[in-house]
């Protein structure tokens, strides 16, 4: 199996395809490669894709410490040294798309270009800072486990194998590393590292609820592009995957 050496850690990852610009999918919290399989395969048949696992999942190494967002996005900085990647698309799911919004604004002559596939909060309310913090103490104590568990039932796949495939795949990661990527997510605010992006970037969303964030991240970033998927939950890319491929596919087509 193909693992990147990045600083003495060992990185899982996959690559296929050739040709056009090159797509670098970066999983969500606790989620591995497989979680943009379908996109995966779809854009090997016409591009160069590459897919990770993160530290602490799936295949690669998980050391005790390393894992905030600033942390996790050197890793990906690495991997690309290492593998030769150029100027890729940054697609990243929920956690990935903060990682690729920290990359966009703190190394900016890396992406070509950002996919936020139903990211985590890039500009969090004083409330879901509070909510994330409170969340990783829940992580770090006694009933760790069980209130993860609670929490990935609530991602709100439509179809019920679906559903108990990804509470399988995000109970898997280490409880330990769970948390303390909850923890990194807490501390972190990408207000003004988003504002730094200046590659072409699109916002896809599974809803449009009252708490939101489009508004607010089309004021930091006025030239994001926003698509909104159909019955699917937060992980639509699995879900409604020929929804995300279009719009990935009309956006790769218009705006690069």
């Given at each position: 199996m193909p693992h990147a050496d990045v600083a003495g850690l060992k990185l899982y990852y996959e690559r296929a395809g050739s040709g056009g610009r090159e797509l670098l999918f970066i999983p969500g919290w606790c989620c591995d490669h497989t979680a943009f399989r379908p996109q995966f395969d779809h854009f090997a048949r016409s591009h160069t894709v590459t897919t990770i696992d993160l530290r602490g999942v799936g295949e690669s190494d998980g050391?005790?410490?390393?894992?905030?967002?600033?942390?996790?996005?050197?890793?990906?900085?690495?991997?690309?040294?290492?593998?030769?990647?150029?100027?890729?698309?940054?697609?990243?799911?929920?956690?990935?798309?903060?990682?690729?919004?920290?990359?966009?604004?703190?190394?900016?002559?890396?992406?070509?270009?950002?996919?936020?596939?139903?990211?985590g909060p890039i500009d969090p309310l004083p409330a879901t800072v509070e909510f994330f913090t409170g969340f990783a103490e829940q992580l770090e104590g006694p009933d760790g486990e069980a209130i993860r568990r609670a929490y990935v039932?609530?991602?709100?796949?439509?179809?019920?194998?679906?559903?108990?495939?990804?509470?399988?795949?995000?109970?898997?990661?280490e409880q330990p590393i769970a948390a303390a990527v909850i923890r990194g997510v807490s501390e972190w605010n990408g207000r003004d590292l988003l504002a730094r992006c200046e590659v072409?970037?699109?916002?896809?969303?599974?809803?449009?609820?009252?708490?939101?964030?489009v508004l607010r991240l089309r004021e930091i970033k006025p030239d994001l592009e926003v698509g909104i998927t159909v019955g699917a939950g937060h992980f639509h890319q699995i879900e409604v995957p020929e929804q995300v491929n279009a719009m990935i596919e009309r956006f790769l087509a218009l705006s690069l």
């Amino acid at each position: 199996m193909p693992h990147a050496d990045v600083a003495g850690l060992k990185l899982y990852y996959e690559r296929a395809g050739s040709g056009g610009r090159e797509l670098l999918f970066i999983p969500g919290w606790c989620c591995d490669h497989t979680a943009f399989r379908p996109q995966f395969d779809h854009f090997a048949r016409s591009h160069t894709v590459t897919t990770i696992d993160l530290r602490g999942v799936g295949e690669s190494d998980g050391p005790e410490a390393g894992y905030s967002i600033p942390e996790l996005a050197d890793d990906v900085v690495a991997l690309c040294a290492e593998l030769g990647i150029e100027k890729p698309v940054l697609v990243g799911h929920s956690l990935g798309g903060m990682i690729a919004v920290e990359l966009g604004g703190r190394h900016p002559e890396l992406p070509g270009g950002l996919v936020l596939v139903d990211p985590g909060p890039i500009d969090p309310l004083p409330a879901t800072v509070e909510f994330f913090t409170g969340f990783a103490e829940q992580l770090e104590g006694p009933d760790g486990e069980a209130i993860r568990r609670a929490y990935v039932h609530r991602m709100e796949a439509r179809d019920e194998e679906t559903a108990r495939w990804i509470v399988d795949l995000m109970c898997a990661v280490e409880q330990p590393i769970a948390a303390a990527v909850i923890r990194g997510v807490s501390e972190w605010n990408g207000r003004d590292l988003l504002a730094r992006c200046e590659v072409p970037a699109l916002l896809i969303r599974a809803e449009l609820g009252p708490d939101t964030d489009v508004l607010r991240l089309r004021e930091i970033k006025p030239d994001l592009e926003v698509g909104i998927t159909v019955g699917a939950g937060h992980f639509h890319q699995i879900e409604v995957p020929e929804q995300v491929n279009a719009m990935i596919e009309r956006f790769l087509a218009l705006s690069l």
